[in-house]
């Protein structure tokens, strides 16, 4: 039931982007660009190159051997400009007024420490968990080999 779930929202994510793309794509070649429609395009550009930037840094195929710290960081190096360019080929926030502009730099980079911070504090969790495990079993071995066979 689960692999079922997963794959009717697999399903409905591509869909749903697929219809948002082409609807909007057919919204500009007949209304030209109307602000609603570059946001829907550049948030669509923006997902595609974050997804992009994620199997990059991520995936480990093309970059190997690099410490979990300096793949975040690599990703956010390279994220925020994306995004930046996304939000202002899209028009996202004003051009005359920085501050909207240094708002989401700052969410941005707030939103990047915090998601970092958590997955770290669940990979000790998780990583101790298998520590503690792997000790036991440890011990449990150590304590059968010692023993006089039967």
């Known amino acids: 039931m689960r692999s079922q779930a997963k794959r009717a929202a697999v399903t409905f994510?591509?869909?749903f982007t697929a219809t948002m793309g082409i609807w909007s794509l057919?919204?500009?070649a007949f209304a030209g660009p109307e602000p609603g429609i570059?946001?829907?395009l550049t948030i669509l550009l923006a997902c595609a190159l974050l997804a992009a930037l994620q199997?990059?840094?991520f995936s480990g195929a093309p970059i190997r051997r690099l410490a979990y710290p300096a793949r975040v960081l690599g990703f956010?190096?390279?994220a925020l400009p994306a995004l930046i360019l996304c939000a202002w080929l899209g028009a996202w926030?004003?051009?005359d007024d920085a501050g909207p502009w240094v708002s989401f730099c700052v969410i941005y980079l707030v939103a990047l420490?915090?998601?970092s911070a958590g997955y770290?504090?669940?990979y000790r969790r998780v990583a101790g968990g298998y520590d503690a495990a792997l000790a036991r079993y440890r011990e449990e071995r150590g304590e059968e080999a010692s023993a006089p066979p039967r």
């Open 13 to 15: 994510c591509v869909l």
């Open 26 to 28: 057919a919204g500009l």
């Open 38 to 40: 570059c946001y829907s």
């Open 55 to 57: 199997s990059l840094w």
């Open 76 to 78: 956010g190096a390279t």
């Open 93 to 95: 926030f004003p051009m």
């Open 113 to 115: 420490a915090g998601a």
């Open 120 to 122: 770290a504090l669940h």
